[in-house]
C-alpha cells in the first residue's frame, strides 16, 4: 500500500461517508469504520479504487482504543483520522436523561479522545499526522435543546487544546476541530423541513456537505496552526439562537400557517 491511508469513523453514511468519496477521490486509501451499518459500509467500499471496513462498536472504550492500534500496526502511511460518528438523541435542560447522557459522553468523547490519543502514540507517516474532531457549531451557539449532546461536543472539543499542547514539538502531530452547522436532516426533521432550518444562519443559505468534505481535506494537509477549529455553518455560530433550528423552524411555520388562516 503506497496512498496515504485516513480512517474515518461513522464513514458508512451520512457526512462520515461523504468525506470517505472526498479523500477517495484524491487517491487516499479510506478504512471505513461503521457499527450497525454493514451494509452500507460494504457497499461504499466496494466503488473505491482502495478502501477497508472495519466494524466497532464505540459505546467500548477498550474496543475503540484497540482498532486505532490494530490499524496504527497494519497502516504504513496513515496520515489522518477523523473522528466523525456520534450519537444525537433528545434531552433537555429541565431534567437530562441519564442513558442519553452516558452514551453520548462515550460515543462523542470519551471514546474519540482515546481513539485520538491512540492515533496520535501509534500512526506513522512520514508527513503529517492529523486529526480532525467532528464537534458542533453548538460549541459558540448553544441552546437547552439537545443538553447530553451539547454537553458531549463541549467535552469532545475540550481534548483538541490539551492535545495539541501536548504534541507542540511533533512536527508530524496536528489537531482540529471541524465544527459543522445544520447540514443534513437529523432527529425526527424531515428532508422538506431543512429548507427552512437549515437557512437560519447568518447567510440565509444551506451550508452543503461538501463544504465539510472540502474543510476535512484541508485540515489534513496540516497547513492549519494545531488546536484550531473551522466552523462551517454559514454563520450560524456568530447568532445567538434560543432554540435548535428544528424547532425554531417549525414555530416559524406555525407561525405562518395561522398568519395565513
Same mark, same amino acid.
Given at each position: ?11 458508512? /453514511?451520512? *457526512? ?31 466503488? $473505491? ?5 472495519? =466494524?466497532?462498536? #464505540?459505546s467500548d472504550g477498550e474496543? @475503540? ?15 489522518? $483520522? ?5 450519537v444525537f438523541d433528545y ?10 447522557? !452516558? &452514551?453520548?459522553?462515550?460515543?462523542? !468523547?470519551? &471514546?474519540?479522545?482515546?481513539? @485520538? ?9 512520514? /508527513? ?10 453548538? #460549541? ?19 481534548? *483538541?487544546?490539551?492535545?495539541? =499542547? ?18 443534513? !436532516? &437529523? ?6 423541513? /431543512?429548507?427552512?432550518?437549515?437557512? $437560519?444562519? $447568518? ?10 468534505? %472540502?474543510? @476535512?481535506?484541508? #485540515? ?8 484550531? /477549529?473551522?466552523?462551517?455553518d454559514s454563520g450560524q455560530?456568530?447568532?445567538? =439562537? ?11 411555520? %406555525? ?7
Amino acid at each position: 500500500m503506497t496512498s496515504p491511508s485516513i480512517l474515518v469513523t461513522g464513514g458508512a /453514511t451520512r *457526512i462520515g461517508a461523504g468525506i470517505v468519496r472526498g479523500f477517495a477521490e484524491q487517491g487516499w486509501h479510506v478504512v471505513i469504520h461503521y457499527n450497525s451499518s454493514a451494509g452500507p459500509a460494504r457497499e461504499l467500499a466496494a466503488q $473505491l479504487p482502495s478502501a477497508q471496513i472495519v =466494524q466497532c462498536d #464505540l459505546s467500548d472504550g477498550e474496543a @475503540a482504543e484497540a482498532m486505532i492500534s490494530d490499524l496504527a500496526a497494519r497502516l504504513p502511511d496513515w496520515r489522518c $483520522l477523523v473522528n466523525s460518528a456520534s450519537v444525537f438523541d433528545y434531552d433537555d435542560a429541565v431534567r437530562l436523561d441519564p442513558a442519553t447522557a !452516558a &452514551s453520548a459522553m462515550q460515543i462523542n !468523547a470519551l &471514546s474519540p479522545a482515546r481513539m @485520538a490519543q491512540a492515533f496520535l502514540r501509534g500512526a506513522t507517516s512520514q /508527513t503529517t499526522r492529523a486529526v480532525v474532531q467532528i464537534t458542533d457549531m453548538k #460549541l459558540a451557539n448553544p441552546n437547552p435543546d439537545f443538553f447530553s449532546y451539547t454537553m458531549s461536543k463541549h467535552a469532545h472539543a475540550a481534548t *483538541i487544546a490539551m492535545l495539541a =499542547q501536548h504534541y507542540a514539538q511533533d512536527e508530524s502531530a496536528r489537531v482540529y476541530g471541524l465544527a459543522p452547522g445544520a447540514i443534513l !436532516a &437529523s432527529h425526527d426533521q424531515s428532508e422538506d423541513e /431543512t429548507d427552512v432550518s437549515h437557512r $437560519l444562519n $447568518l447567510l440565509g443559505r444551506k451550508t452543503g456537505p461538501d463544504e465539510i468534505v %472540502e474543510a @476535512a481535506r484541508f #485540515l489534513a494537509t496540516g497547513a492549519l496552526k494545531s488546536g484550531s /477549529t473551522l466552523y462551517i455553518d454559514s454563520g450560524q455560530h456568530l447568532l445567538d =439562537q434560543p432554540r435548535d433550528v428544528i424547532y425554531l423552524a417549525r414555530a416559524l411555520e %406555525e407561525e405562518k400557517a395561522q398568519g395565513g388562516v
